[in-house]
């Protein structure tokens, strides 16, 4: 299934967004001190009509996988570079903020902007970066087309002898 293109209202784009849901996954842990561990294992496009509860997937004795739906991956211009890094890297990713609730790991937000996922890791949250789905890269790459124009590279200054600065004799 292709990914549901932007909503044009003229010639202006209104709209960009996708629908996902988040599958979280809990591994049982031979360690007496932590013994389970949970992380966000991918995403998919969500089918689901709104306000499904989440399901587990699969649930045997050493994991369980629970798919979470009604998450939207929304496309903003102030994050167009955050897109492009994420798309011209190696391995894109969706990237995942999650907190333990109730015993369970719950997914809070999704983005697919390298930078905002960095900001959630840096102030402390859990976050996963999971493969994006490969339907997904046409239409950011699109967006990210549109939108991302880099900064021009500054000129290269040399030192001369008009410097005065470490070394000067004069």
Avoid at 6 to 12: E, F, K, M, Q, R
Avoid at 16 to 28: F, L
Avoid at 50 to 72: A, S, Y
């Amino acid at each position: 299934m292709s990914p549901a293109r932007p909503t044009l209202a003229g010639n202006a784009v209104s709209e960009h967004t996708y629908p996902i849901a988040v599958i979280m996954e809990r591994t049982a842990l031979a360690n007496p001190w932590l013994p389970e561990q949970w992380e966000a294992k991918g995403v998919v496009r969500d089918i689901f009509p709104p306000g499904t509860p989440e399901r587990v997937i699969v649930h045997d004795e050493n994991q369980m996988q629970v798919l979470f739906p009604g998450f939207t991956l929304k496309l903003h211009r102030h994050e167009a570079e955050g897109y492009y890094l994420n798309v011209s890297s190696p391995r894109p990713k969706v990237f995942v903020l999650w907190r333990m609730q109730d015993s369970l790991a719950r997914p809070c937000l999704v983005t697919v902007s390298y930078n905002e996922g960095a900001r959630w890791t840096d102030s402390g949250e859990n976050v996963d970066g999971v493969p994006l789905p490969p339907e997904l890269l046409p239409w950011i790459g699109e967006f990210v087309e549109q939108n991302y124009k880099p900064e021009p590279k500054a000129k290269k200054r040399y030192a001369s002898s008009r410097d005065k600065g470490v070394g000067f004799h004069g």
